[in-house]
Nanobody, 127 residues
């Protein structure tokens, strides 16, 4: 049974930093590209960041580029999202996702490319 469990969300003020972590189990972690998405109330789920299965390639939404950093540790089966210079518009539920990747350097940007999802963690940024 595959499980993705996010942690690290919470309340922050504008300009603060938070680090989200996603712990994966029940899958061969190094075979999966990982991604982070977010969904604000009344909005569609949107792409935030992605990392290839080996961690060599990353990709970011323009809205977070330069502020967020995605990383992974294949030995620990974890994928993290370091969020710096947080803004109120970053407020959302953040989801990690795993997508089987046959191409080692592939980064996946759309939800339909992902096979498994976590339950989400709330991030709230006040001004």
């Amino acid at each position: 049974q595959v499980q993705l469990v996010e942690s690290g969300g919470g309340l922050a003020q504008a300009g603060d930093s938070l680090r989200l972590s996603c712990a994966a189990s029940g899958l061969t972690f190094s075979s999966y590209a990982m991604g982070w998405f977010r969904q604000a109330p009344g909005k569609e789920r949107e792409f935030v960041a992605a990392i290839s299965r080996g961690g060599i390639r990353t990709n970011y939404a323009d809205s977070v580029k330069g502020r967020f950093t995605i990383s992974r540790d294949n030995a620990k089966n974890t994928a993290d999202l370091q969020m710096n210079s947080l803004k109120p518009e970053d407020t959302a539920v953040y989801y990690c996702a795993a997508g089987m990747s046959l191409v080692g350097l592939a980064v996946l940007r759309t939800p339909r490319e992902y096979d498994y999802w976590g339950q989400g963690t709330q991030v709230t940024v006040s001004s």
